[in-house]
T-cell receptor, first 111, second 115 residues
Framework: RKEVEQDPGPFNVPEGATVAFNCTYS??????FFWYRQDCRKEPKLLMS???SGNEDGRFTAQLNRASQYISLLIRDSKLSDSATYLC????????????FGTGTQLKVEL | EPEVTQTPSHQVTQMGQEVILRCVPI?????FYWYRQILGQKVEFLVS????????KSEIFDDQFSVERPDGSNFTLKIRSTKLEDSAMYFC?????????????FGPGTRLTVL
């Protein structure tokens, strides 16, 4: 089983739509969870950390379900500028603070 | 806003040659990392570095790879004898501290092409 699993997409949605991405992770020792955004041929950039209580940042809402080992990201009122690949990332602290990335879900927001 | 910088942005080399990829982490950060991303694939961890020592390394980081912090600002990744399969984007990252919840800031990457 992959350490971090995501649907690669692409998700093609019209501007203004709400879109949800899901992610599962296999290691129950995972301690921290993130969504990163990656534009084509660019570096990953932190979109938001994900907390057990769920957290919201503007149009973005992230949820974590530790029991199911499941993470989600909801984007409301999507903009053209949201088009990117969204990376689900977990951190299993073993001394090196290594981030483990999913393959990413590609989002294309269209007019 | 402080940022991680990397040079060169693109490096082309012949198989078997040595390459050194350079990074300048954010100045007050203490933890440094290298990741790589083969075209079309996921970002993969290579190595983490703290207090002039490797903290953790992946299976990818074999004897052909080494890291160094030669001075107070640079952090380098050396590949001794490049292979075709080393062609990838190499990202340097840094974090202020080493807790799992600390954000890692990524540099813009060096695209390595091995011919």
């Amino acid at each position: 089983r992959k350490e971090v699993e995501q649907d690669p997409g692409p998700f093609n949605v019209p501007e203004g739509a709400t879109v949800a991405f899901n992610c599962t992770y296999s290691n129950s020792a995972s301690q921290s969870f993130f969504w990163y955004r990656q534009d084509c041929r660019k570096e990953p950039k932190l979109l938001m950390s994900v907390y057990s209580s769920g957290n919201e940042d503007g149009r973005f809402t992230a949820q974590l379900n530790r029991a199911s080992q499941y993470i989600s990201l909801l984007i409301r009122d999507s903009k053209l500028s949201d088009s990117a690949t969204y990376l689900c990332v977990v951190n299993i602290p073993r001394g090196g603070n290594k981030l483990t990335f999913g393959t990413g879900t590609q989002l294309k927001v269209e007019l | 806003e402080p940022e991680v910088t990397q040079t060169p942005s693109h490096q082309v080399t012949q198989m078997g040659q040595e390459v050194i990829l350079r990074c300048v982490p954010i100045s007050n950060h203490l933890y440094f990392y290298w990741y790589r991303q083969i075209l079309g694939q996921k970002v993969e961890f290579l190595v983490s570095f703290y207090n002039n020592e490797i903290s953790e390394k992946s299976e990818i980081f074999d004897d052909q790879f080494s890291v160094e912090r030669p001075d107070g600002s640079n952090f380098t990744l050396k590949i001794r004898s490049t292979k075709l399969e080393d062609s990838a984007m190499y990202f340097c990252a840094s974090s202020e501290e080493g807790q799992a919840y600390n954000e890692q800031f990524f540099g813009p990457g060096t695209r390595l092409t091995v011919l």
